[in-house]
């Protein structure tokens, strides 16, 4: 293999996991050519949460300068009663945060992070990103990758040692590895009119109720007469849960309400009757309802998640990352922040071990995979306390009345304060 492919890394997609990845091995003295099928990139969803786990390395990668002047440092997450609107639990966040994990807290705008992931990449001349390419194709070889990319209705050969689907929930790098790993040869299942593996998502059942509003409009308002303006709030309620917080360096409100539904077609949004919404926000105070109903239109969002048991990594030298791995249920705030730890530990063990880039991949997926699951099983279990009805809600509310705030930090000691290089360290 050439030099070149030997030290070339391929990239597909240019959201959050695939930014943050091309930037991880540059940094590490790797050619990145990055490849997004978007002829423009646009940043998909609103408001983000990226906790101190995510801003630690953001910080490494040069990213975290250029996103503060945009970005807010909430100064607590709070729960709420949606029927009541009584405070129920607070933990600190803001410099109290910094002091115990030695990182911001930062609420943003999606299009926010990625400029500043944008911005940072200019300054890398060895990472080439190209548009409009869509990889539809890959040849394995022996010690290196071939990834093949339609650009202006033509086809466009690029080879590495690597290939990372950093492509999302509806990847076509994590079937390509599928049919890779099942003797595919190419694109061989559209050559042949037949149909390759399937490793595709599923549907969670759930809707994510998006929407952006300015802070000095009517729904603004709205918002500052429910919760606090500098704050990350989670209204509860047996029939949804509702997340608000600032964006935008604060002239914008982020609101997003979660809700059971039915599938869309494939996508990252759609319409659906905003009845699904009203309705389950019956039994809400009067001030919620009038923010939700100040702050529309809605878009809503199905929720897909991605089995965490198939393989994320393949011997031909694929590896997937954030979504395409592991999409899961948004209830742990920890998406952008999972595909940002995979993205740098990736590269970390990747460059620990030049000579053997299979068993790196190896004891990547092997490292990886506990704590995905650990942050999926804290997901799950928070939308389940945050959508407890009945003497489960009662107990629930208890719990959290005598949880002192610097316990509820301490809960979250184990996610928060993970750093990057120690994982690739015991790695």
Same mark, same amino acid.
């Given at each position: 293999?050439?030099?070149?492919?030997?030290?070339?890394?391929?990239?597909?997609?240019?959201?959050?996991?695939?930014?943050?990845?091309?930037?991880? &091995?540059?940094?590490?003295?790797?050619?990145?050519?990055?490849?997004?099928?978007?002829?423009?990139? +646009?940043?998909?969803?609103?408001?983000?949460?990226?906790?101190?786990?995510?801003?630690?390395?953001?910080?490494?990668? %040069?990213?975290?300068?250029?996103?503060?002047?945009?970005?807010?440092?909430?100064?607590?997450?709070?729960?709420? !009663?949606?029927?009541?609107?009584?405070?129920?639990?607070?933990?600190?966040?803001?410099?109290?945060?910094?002091?115990?994990?030695?990182?911001?807290?930062?609420? @943003?705008?999606?299009?926010?992070?990625?400029?500043?992931?944008?911005?940072?990449?200019?300054?890398?001349?060895?990472?080439?990103?190209?548009?409009?390419?869509?990889?539809?194709?890959?040849?394995?070889?022996?010690?290196?990758?071939?990834?093949?990319? +339609?650009?202006?209705?033509?086809?466009?050969?690029?080879?590495?040692?690597? =290939?990372?689907?950093?492509?999302?929930?509806?990847?076509?790098?994590? !079937?390509?590895?599928?049919?890779?790993?099942?003797?595919?040869?190419?694109?061989?299942?559209?050559?042949? %009119?037949?149909?390759?593996?399937?490793?595709? /998502?599923?549907? /969670?059942?759930?809707?994510?109720?998006?929407?952006?509003?300015?802070?000095?409009?009517?729904?603004?308002?709205? &918002?500052?007469?429910?919760?606090?303006?500098?704050?990350?709030?989670? &209204?509860?309620?047996?029939?949804?849960?509702?997340?608000?917080?600032?964006?935008?360096?604060?002239?914008?409100?982020?609101?997003?309400?979660?809700?059971?539904? +039915?599938?869309?077609?494939?996508?990252? /949004?759609?319409?659906?009757?905003?009845?699904?919404?009203?309705?389950?926000?019956?039994?809400?105070?009067?001030?919620?309802? #009038?923010?939700?109903?100040?702050?529309?239109?809605?878009?809503?969002?199905?929720?897909?998640?991605?089995?965490?048991?198939?393989?994320?990594?393949? /011997?031909?030298?694929?590896?997937?990352?954030? !979504?395409?791995?592991?999409?899961?249920?948004?209830?742990?705030?920890?998406?952008? @922040?999972?595909?940002?730890?995979?993205?740098?530990?990736?590269?970390?063990?990747?460059?620990?071990?030049?000579?053997?880039?299979?068993?790196?991949?190896?004891?990547? +997926?092997?490292?990886?995979?506990? #704590?995905?699951?650990?942050?999926?099983?804290?997901?799950?279990?928070?939308?389940?306390?945050?959508?407890?009805?009945?003497?489960?809600?009662?107990?629930?509310?208890?719990?959290?009345?005598?949880?002192?705030?610097?316990?509820?930090?301490? !809960? =979250?000691?184990?996610?928060?304060?993970? #750093?990057?290089?120690?994982?690739?360290?015991?790695?």
């Amino acid at each position: 293999m050439d030099d070149t492919r030997s030290r070339q890394v391929l990239i597909a997609g240019a959201g959050i996991a695939g930014l943050t990845a091309a930037l991880a &091995f540059s940094e590490r003295g790797y050619l990145v050519r990055l490849f997004e099928q978007a002829e423009h990139l +646009e940043a998909a969803g609103a408001g983000i949460q990226l906790s101190p786990n995510a801003t630690r390395i953001l910080r490494q990668l %040069g990213v975290l300068e250029r996103l503060l002047p945009a970005a807010v440092r909430p100064e607590a997450v709070v729960l709420s !009663d949606a029927a009541t609107l009584r405070e129920l639990a607070r933990m600190p966040l803001g410099e109290a945060a910094e002091r115990r994990w030695q990182a911001p807290y930062l609420v @943003a705008h999606r299009a926010d992070l990625q400029g500043a992931l944008m911005a940072r990449l200019a300054d890398r001349p060895d990472i080439s990103l190209v548009t409009g390419a869509r990889v539809g194709g890959v040849v394995p070889g022996p010690h290196h990758v071939t990834a093949m990319a +339609e650009i202006a209705g033509n086809t466009v050969e690029a080879g590495g040692f690597l =290939l990372i689907g950093a492509d999302g929930v509806w990847s076509k790098i994590r !079937d390509l590895g599928a049919s890779a790993r099942n003797g595919w040869a190419r694109n061989e299942s559209a050559r042949n %009119g037949t149909s390759a593996p399937n490793a595709s /998502s599923r549907f /969670s059942g759930e809707l994510a109720w998006r929407t952006t509003v300015r802070a000095d409009s009517a729904a603004g308002e709205a &918002f500052a007469a429910v919760a606090a303006a500098d704050c990350v709030t989670t &209204f509860l309620h047996p029939g949804f849960h509702m997340v608000a917080y600032p964006v935008s360096h604060g002239s914008a409100f982020n609101l997003v309400a979660f809700t059971a539904g +039915e599938t869309m077609a494939e996508g990252w /949004s759609g319409r659906a009757d905003p009845e699904i919404l009203a309705g389950a926000m019956r039994g809400t105070a009067a001030a919620l309802v #009038r923010l939700a109903e100040d702050a529309g239109p809605w878009t809503a969002w199905p929720i897909h998640t991605v089995d965490q048991r198939q393989p994320w990594t393949t /011997s031909a030298g694929i590896a997937l990352i954030g !979504d395409a791995a592991h999409a899961m249920t948004p209830f742990a705030a920890q998406g952008a @922040a999972m595909a940002i730890e995979d993205a740098a530990t990736l590269a970390g063990l990747v460059a620990a071990s030049p000579a053997d880039p299979a068993t790196a991949l190896v004891a990547w +997926e092997k490292m990886r995979r506990p #704590r995905v699951a650990k942050v999926a099983r804290r997901g799950a279990f928070n939308r389940l306390a945050w959508h407890a009805s009945g003497p489960v809600a009662v107990a629930r509310n208890l719990f959290l009345r005598l949880r002192s705030p610097e316990k509820l930090a301490a !809960d =979250l000691d184990w996610l928060y304060g993970w #750093r990057a290089s120690e994982a690739v360290d015991q790695g």
